[in-house]
């Protein structure tokens, strides 16, 4: 069993291109994977299944500000670095790193403003919400706060700390 790491969290105020979660804040779980581990991208994707997150998928970040109006989603680095801005353009700027977890809840805008040329990233959706919607034009926030809670943390599972920060 992993150690369960405490993430850090970031409320993001309401910007003019994306909505952001009005209710939940984005949580960000640094080294939830040493940097020494190998086959990360195995055993993200194989944590997030376990945990019943779906939709599971291998690839990078877009590099256009963008959200989901209905799903709350998983991103887990498993190879390279990058930097990505939450929030919209007003948003936040963030370094990840290989082993870094970003859980983004429903309407948090993000996009990807730099990164290593080797980053591989793996990304899930809670059981249910796999079928997503991903839009560049701002809704009306209360619509976000209305996609339910996940059941589960997307890397510890029942017991995680994502069910304790939101």
Do not use: C
Not at 49 to 55: D, E, F, R, S
Not at 71 to 97: C, D, M, N, T
Not at 145 to 156: G, L
């Amino acid at each position: 069993m992993h150690e369960v790491i405490d993430p850090k969290t970031l409320f993001l105020e309401e910007d003019e291109l994306v909505p952001n979660n009005p209710v939940f804040p984005v949580l960000i779980y640094l080294q939830v994977l040493d940097r020494q581990a190998e086959a990360k991208d195995r055993i993200f994707q194989d944590r997030f299944a376990a945990n019943g997150w779906a939709g599971i998928w291998r690839n990078g970040i877009f590099t256009y500000h963008h959200f989901h109006p209905d799903a709350h989603e998983a991103l887990g680095i498993a190879r390279g670095r990058v930097e990505v801005q939450l929030g919209g353009p007003s948003g936040q700027r963030l370094s990840l790193q290989e082993g870094d977890l970003l859980v983004l809840p429903a309407g948090t805008g993000h996009r990807n403003l730099s990164a290593s040329e080797d980053l591989l990233v793996i990304g899930a959706y809670p059981k249910g919400q796999e079928e997503y919607t991903t839009l560049r034009e701002k809704i009306a926030r209360a619509a976000v706060a209305k996609v339910p809670r996940p059941q589960t943390d997307p890397f510890y599972g029942k017991d995680g700390p994502l069910l304790r920060a939101w």
